[in-house]
T-cell receptor
Framework: AQSVTQPDIHITVSEGASLELRCNYS??????LFWYVQSPGQGLQLLLK??????LVQGIKGFEAEFKRSQSSFNLRKPSVHWSDAAEYFC???????????FGDGTTLTVKP | GAVVSQHPSRVICKSGTSVKIECRSL??????MFWYRQFPKKSLMLMAT?????????EQGVEKDKFLINHASLTLSTLTVTSAHPEDSSFYIC??????????FGEGSRLTVL
């Protein structure tokens, strides 16, 4: 069975500071990995995805994530956070057999001025 | 990127009535659609997987007769909450995919049952 763990329920950073959101997954092989962002009352927007190849992937809004097979991790990073980045962030895993996705419990990001 | 449209975005209904939520893939054919329920400050809970032309596969604990899912075409899936009660109030989100890889999400539907 696949699972996703986001260890940090809530993270607060100052505007302009760097950010790292953690994600660990459990899957029998290398799955497809995703990071989504959700603003209150909205659907999910894809930030970035990893299917194969280069383990450092670039996404929208200046985000990047690194796939580390040995650690079963897919951590999200941003070098300088903007106030508009405050939102809920979800890491997700999907099997390569086109099956269902599993989401982590999410990390709430608060940005201090 | 691909667009998934979900309608209505907000709906308020009386207890005992039924409500239908539509999920449409606008620029691709969705072989599979997923329906989720999200409680406040919680993650997405998968309710069911819907494949075009076949019966939906429901997750454990989800009432099939309460949450009717239809996927009649490659671009449309509907979720009908039957005999809605206040405890069914929630944020419902659909996602669609043409196959392996990325899921594309609708904007979500906020259901309030009075």
């Amino acid at each position: 069975a696949q699972s996703v763990t986001q260890p940090d329920i809530h993270i607060t950073v100052s505007e302009g500071a760097s950010l790292e959101l953690r994600c660990n997954y459990s899957y029998g092989a290398t799955p497809y990995l995703f990071w989504y962002v959700q603003s209150p009352g909205q659907g999910l927007q894809l930030l970035l995805k990893y299917f194969s190849g280069d383990t450092l992937v670039q996404g929208i809004k200046g985000f990047e994530a690194e796939f580390k097979r040995s650690q079963s991790s897919f951590n999200l990073r941003k070098p300088s956070v903007h106030w508009s980045d405050a939102a809920e962030y979800f890491c997700a895993v999907r099997g390569t057999n086109a099956g269902k996705s599993t989401f982590g419990d999410g990390t709430t990001l608060t940005v201090k001025p | 990127g691909a667009v998934v449209s979900q309608h209505p975005s907000r709906v308020i209904c009386k207890s005992g009535t039924s409500v239908k939520i539509e999920c449409r893939s606008l620029d691709f054919q969705a072989t599979t659609m997923f329906w989720y329920r999200q409680f406040p400050k919680k993650s997405l809970m998968l309710m069911a997987t819907s494949n075009e032309g076949s019966k939906a596969t429901y997750e454990q604990g989800v009432e099939k007769d309460k949450f009717l899912i239809n996927h009649a075409s490659l671009t449309l899936s509907t979720l009908t909450v039957t005999s809605a009660h206040p405890e069914d109030s929630s944020f419902y989100i659909c996602s669609a995919t043409p196959g392996p890889g990325e899921l594309f999400f609708g904007e979500g539907s906020r259901l309030t049952v009075l």
